[in-house]
């Protein structure tokens, strides 16, 4: 707990990940949090109440066996629903957000309680990867080699190497052609689609026929409902109300901007209905890159010269290095199979999601609507409020 370490931000954090270590083992050691591990897990256990504590949206990607969630920002007003004549195992994503709860229920008066050490994610790895080769369901040896051979499926969509929203990306867009009844085999190395993929067809409501890993490729087969009425209603993005998601894009960092049509991208290949709202700085990342003869004033110019001319030009909010952070991620980007900025633009625009420019901010910025990119619109505050009030996600980035 007590090693010091030099403090420089570009290699760690005030806090070195060794202090962090050596907190969480005194933690243990003092008896200040009780853990369990992956492997105390008994599903057959009736005697233990397993609460998680995610958000949502993350236990709709998956649940321990038998678990109920209570959000951690809601776990003080609804401790009155947990018994205290049982054992409490309390989980989150990775053991923070657990411990929290945990530091919470001690507060209360709650004694036999316990925090899942490495929370979800580690049982969920260490399951998925308990076998060679993993099948969900499982199938007859036979009838699995009859739906792994090449007649059987339509389309083949090799994704290895792309990484996260790549794999789905390319999985809608080939699904989306799928004929009713047909099937789909994807492969990829992305190590989060194996526990993706069930959301992702729970929500398009797809059918997951078989999802196998081995030697770091997973391999998932997909097929498409006969019923085609229940897919269309499912799949067209902006049929349901309040299953949205708006994206409010303050900033003109490359690595925020890329976040933001990471996200959005994500979104729109499990069918949800998106919209990014650009204000002020933001502005920057929908002009074209080549120039548009416009006239402005003193001001407007000023504003042009100060701020990037289009997304090539943006910099990093982190490691600026006097210039070429940006080229350095694009670089980083380009070796790890992560698609840039202006691939993930036309993703979005591709899968339908809204680009919708603030007049307000684009007036004060002496922006012109002919300088933005095609296939952007231009809108106020009741525009985005009108989107939002369809979602049920708001981001601000």
Same mark, same amino acid.
């Given at each position: 707990?007590?090693?010091?370490?030099?403090?420089?931000?570009?290699?760690?954090?005030?806090?070195?990940?060794?202090?962090?270590?050596?907190?969480?083992?005194?933690?243990?050691?003092?008896?200040?949090?009780?853990?369990?591990?992956?492997?105390?897990?008994?599903?057959?256990?009736?005697?233990?109440?397993?609460?998680?504590?995610?958000?949502?949206?993350?236990?709709?990607?998956?649940?321990?066996?038998?678990?109920?969630?209570?959000?951690?920002?809601?776990?003080?007003?609804?401790?009155?629903?947990?018994?205290?004549?049982?054992?409490?195992?309390?989980?989150?994503?990775?053991?923070?957000?657990?411990?929290?709860?945990?530091?919470?229920?001690?507060?209360?008066?709650?004694?036999?309680?316990?925090?899942?050490?490495?929370?979800?994610?580690?049982?969920?790895?260490?399951?998925?990867?308990?076998?060679?080769?993993?099948?969900?369901?499982?199938?007859?040896?036979?009838?699995?080699?009859?739906?792994?051979?090449?007649?059987?499926?339509?389309?083949?969509?090799?994704?290895?190497?792309?990484?996260?929203?790549?794999?789905?990306?390319?999985?809608? *867009?080939?699904?989306?052609?799928?004929?009713? +009844?047909?099937? /789909?085999?994807?492969?990829?190395?992305?190590? &989060?689609? #194996? $526990?993706?993929?069930?959301?992702?067809?729970?929500?398009?409501?797809?059918?997951?026929?078989?999802?196998?890993?081995?030697?770091?490729?997973?391999?998932?087969?997909?097929?498409?409902?006969?019923?085609?009425?229940?897919?269309?209603?499912?799949?067209?993005?902006?049929?349901?109300?309040?299953?949205?998601?708006?994206?409010?894009?303050?900033?003109?960092?490359?690595?925020?901007?890329?976040?933001?049509?990471?996200?959005?991208?994500?979104?729109?290949?499990?069918?949800?209905?998106?919209?990014?709202?650009?204000?002020?700085?933001?502005?920057?990342?929908?002009?074209?890159?080549?120039?548009?003869?416009?006239? *402005?004033?003193?001001?407007?110019?000023?504003? +042009?010269?100060? /701020?990037?001319?289009?997304?090539?030009?943006? &910099?990093? #909010? $982190?490691?600026?290095?006097?210039?070429?952070?940006?080229?350095?991620?694009?670089?980083?980007?380009?070796?790890?199979?992560?698609?840039?900025?202006?691939?993930?633009?036309?993703?979005?625009?591709?899968?339908?999601?809204?680009?919708?420019?603030?007049?307000?901010?684009?007036?004060?910025?002496?922006?012109?609507?002919?300088?933005?990119?095609?296939?952007?619109?231009?809108?106020?505050?009741?525009?985005?409020?009108?989107?939002?009030?369809?979602?049920?996600?708001?981001?601000?980035?």
């Amino acid at each position: 707990m007590e090693i010091e370490h030099a403090y420089a931000p570009p290699y760690s954090s005030a806090k070195d990940p060794v202090n962090m270590a050596g907190y969480v083992a005194d933690n243990i050691l003092s008896g200040k949090v009780k853990i369990l591990h992956w492997r105390d897990i008994d599903p057959e256990d009736t005697d233990t109440l397993i609460v998680d504590v995610r958000t949502s949206e993350e236990c709709a990607m998956g649940l321990l066996p038998n678990a109920i969630q209570i959000p951690l920002d809601e776990l003080r007003d609804r401790i009155g629903e947990l018994p205290r004549d049982k054992r409490i195992l309390l989980t989150c994503a990775v053991g923070l957000r657990g411990y929290i709860a945990y530091r919470i229920l001690a507060q209360h008066g709650f004694e036999n309680i316990y925090n899942l050490s490495g929370g979800y994610r580690t049982w969920s790895m260490i399951r998925d990867t308990s076998a060679e080769d993993t099948v969900v369901p499982s199938v007859p040896q036979g009838q699995q080699q009859e739906e792994r051979s090449h007649e059987s499926v339509a389309i083949e969509v090799d994704a290895c190497g792309l990484q996260c929203p790549g794999p789905v990306v390319e999985l809608k *867009k080939q699904y989306q052609v799928l004929a009713a +009844g047909q099937r /789909l085999r994807i492969r990829t190395t992305d190590p &989060g689609f #194996s $526990r993706d993929i069930s959301a992702w067809c729970q929500m398009m409501q797809a059918e997951l026929i078989e999802v196998s890993q081995n030697r770091g490729v997973i391999e998932a087969v997909i097929g498409k409902p006969a019923d085609t009425h229940l897919h269309t209603a499912t799949c067209v993005p902006g049929k349901g109300g309040g299953d949205g998601q708006t994206i409010i894009v303050f900033s003109n960092d490359l690595d925020k901007a890329i976040a933001a049509f990471i996200l959005a991208n994500g979104a729109a290949a499990a069918g949800k209905k998106v919209s990014l709202f650009f204000t002020f700085w933001g502005l920057t990342i929908l002009k074209r890159r080549e120039k548009v003869a416009v006239r *402005k004033d003193f001001l407007s110019r000023l504003f +042009g010269w100060m /701020l990037p001319s289009h997304s090539g030009k943006l &910099g990093l #909010s $982190r490691l600026h290095l006097a210039g070429i952070g940006g080229w350095f991620m694009r670089e980083v980007m380009k070796r790890k199979n992560v698609y840039s900025l202006e691939t993930l633009i036309g993703q979005a625009k591709e899968n339908g999601v809204r680009m919708i420019a603030c007049t307000m901010s684009m007036d004060m910025m002496g922006i012109r609507e002919e300088e933005l990119m095609e296939g952007v619109e231009t809108g106020g505050v009741a525009t985005y409020l009108e989107q939002a009030e369809k979602s049920a996600i708001n981001l601000f980035i």
